[in-house]
């Protein structure tokens, strides 16, 4: 059974960070190419940051670039996001995003508030 758990989102105020991260159990996680989508209410999900099986290539959405940054931990099967200086368009679900060839596994998300 595949599973990918979030977890590290919170309230936070503007220009303040947190850290991401998802672990991800029945899958070989260093074959995967990991990813963090998000959704704020109303809106469609996006495509935040990539990370290739290795680590060695990354992605980033122009409205978060200079900001996050992802990072992968193959032996702890584990994925981060951290996020620094926060605006409160940030505001969204965050969501793992595991994809290998046709296959594509998701976790529940993690809710990141930026407000004042």
């Known amino acids: 059974q595949v599973q990918l758990v979030e977890s590290g989102g919170g309230l936070v105020q503007p220009g303040g960070s947190l850290r991401l991260s998802c672990v991800a159990s029945?899958?070989?996680?260093?074959?995967?190419?990991m990813k963090w989508y998000r959704q704020a209410p109303g809106k469609e999900r996006e495509l935040v940051a990539d990370?290739?099986?290795?680590?060695?290539?990354?992605n980033y959405a122009d409205s978060v670039k200079g900001r996050f940054t992802i990072s992968r931990d193959n032996a702890k099967n584990t994925v981060h996001l951290q996020m620094n200086s926060l605006k409160v368009d940030d505001t969204a679900v965050y969501y793992c995003n595991a994809q290998l060839f046709s296959n594509a596994y998701w976790g529940q998300g993690t809710q990141v508030t930026v407000s004042s």
């Open positions: 029945g899958i070989r996680f260093s074959l995967y190419f």
């Open positions: 990370i290739s099986s290795g680590g060695s290539s990354v």
